[in-house]
């Protein structure tokens, strides 16, 4: 069973460039996240999907789009990445937004732009 | 946002059990009290959570307080591959996501 998988793992790229980073779930979970993690922070919430065509914003979404088509995938794409981007990207789901539910991360990509 | 504070950091030996500690003073009486530990490198991976019992499973033990205020995750028998940081975060009602703090290193000696 593949879970939560992302890609790609590693990225460089320009500033002023477009990315995206890939998330794919095969639980057909309903919630999708996608989380940025730097070194003296924690893990911060970029924005979030509730179900296909949901999507809302959470700590930090400025400098990032999100679209979900699809209950399997939910891409985050950076329209104009900057040096400030660089950090470790995580994607998560869960089947509720419930208290007691748990959130499975992916591997993660880790993203530098010069 | 009710939140947790752990230590920075802590040591054990290699087959000895651990105890991982977390104070959560603000918690309210509908937060779950989830463990979550991320291996070098790797995404944050859930260990156990809880509401007021103590719970069991596989991985871990969670010990949570009888005042709710506190809680411990209890690690066995620590093995060199349960080197890692590991996070309590309470899960409130109306919050979508996880509020990750700095969480706790753990290093294992062998």
């Known amino acids: 069973d593949a879970g939560i998988t992302q890609s790609p793992r590693y990225k460089i790229t320009e500033t002023g460039r477009q990315v995206t980073l890939m998330c794919h779930q095969t639980w057909s979970h309903s919630y999708m996240f996608w989380y940025r993690q730097d070194l003296g922070h924690g893990l911060r919430l970029i924005y979030y999907s509730a179900a296909a065509d949901i999507t809302d914003k959470g700590e930090v979404p400025d400098g990032y789009v999100v679209s979900r088509s699809k209950t399997e995938n939910f891409p985050l794409t950076l329209e104009s990445a900057t040096r400030s981007q660089t950090s470790v990207y995580f994607c998560?789901?869960?089947?509720?937004?419930?208290?007691?539910?748990?959130?499975?991360f992916g591997p993660g990509t880790r993203l530098t732009v010069l | 946002d009710a939140k947790t504070t752990q230590p920075n950091s802590m040591e054990s030996n290699e087959e000895e059990p651990v105890h991982l500690p977390c104070n959560h003073s603000t918690i309210s009486g509908t937060d779950y009290i989830h463990w979550y530990r991320q291996l070098p490198s790797q995404g944050p991976e859930y260990v156990i959570h809880?509401?007021?019992s103590n719970v069991n499973n596989r991985m871990a033990s969670l010990a949570i307080a009888e005042d709710r205020k506190s809680s411990t995750l209890i690690l066995h028998r620590a093995t060199l591959r349960d080197a890692a940081v590991y996070y309590c975060i309470l899960r409130t009602y109306y919050g979508q996501n996880f509020v990750f703090g700095p969480g706790t290193r753990l290093s294992v000696l062998p």
């Open positions: 809880g509401l007021t």
């Open positions: 998560a789901s869960s089947q509720t937004s419930g208290t007691a539910d748990t959130q499975y």
